[in-house]
């Protein structure tokens, strides 16, 4: 279980979570082990099997990192944590496209391991199992999907060049403050901005 313990919470060769450090992962695992006795099965292949007991025991594990009421949905606890608890982005638990990515490379190093003792070991290509090609070299692949639809992208992206005044504006006309991802914020007078609309609603008050 270990080894599986130290790829997933992170290593020289997988990313650790934001601000989750050994000492408390570890504390977590000792009380949760029954729950995790399934990551002794991890990596025993160099692939990840996204439907093992094992990935799933994983799973478990990065979910009671962030949150120990034994909700196991990494994308429903992501969602809760972030209304809720109103947790920053980088204190909220990947998405399960980014956990898979990660489980990936933490299975292909923990295989590694635990085949050390082996004069020869035979190694699928690592670009096949969270890692790609950029530029010439090998670094780690983060997401699959795309962060948002793209349908949901255009609904909250204005494409106004002035100030936003009006409800020209998508964003005014929906009564939302334009964001950084608008084009109106390309020079910084965007008069639609947050603390205007904020303003605006306790004067309606």
Not at 109 to 136: F, H, M
């Amino acid at each position: 279980m270990m080894p599986a313990f130290h790829a997933i919470t992170g290593c020289d060769s997988v990313s650790s979570f934001s601000g989750i450090g050994k000492k408390t992962a570890f504390e977590t695992m000792q009380t949760k082990v029954e729950v995790l006795s399934d990551l002794f099965e991890f990596g025993e292949k160099p692939d990840l099997d996204t439907e093992s007991a094992s990935t799933e025991a994983a799973i478990k594990m990065v979910c009671l990192l962030y949150d120990k009421a034994n909700n196991f949905n990494t994308n429903n606890l992501r969602y809760k944590l972030f209304i809720q608890k109103n947790k920053y982005a980088e204190k909220l638990p990947p998405t399960l496209d980014a956990l898979v990515l990660h489980l990936r490379r933490a299975t292909f190093q923990t295989y590694i391991w635990r085949n050390a003792c082996k004069n020869v070991l035979q190694l699928p290509s690592p670009v096949e199992n969270g890692w790609k090609i950029e530029d010439g070299s090998i670094t780690p692949e983060h997401m699959l999907l795309p962060p948002l639809p793209e349908n949901a992208i255009e609904f909250i992206r204005c494409k106004c060049k002035k100030q936003c005044k009006t409800n020209i504006c998508s964003c005014k006309r929906s009564n939302l403050a334009c964001t950084e991802a608008c084009l109106c914020n390309e020079d910084n007078e965007c008069l639609n901005t947050f603390n205007n609309v904020s303003s605006e609603d306790e004067d309606s008050d």
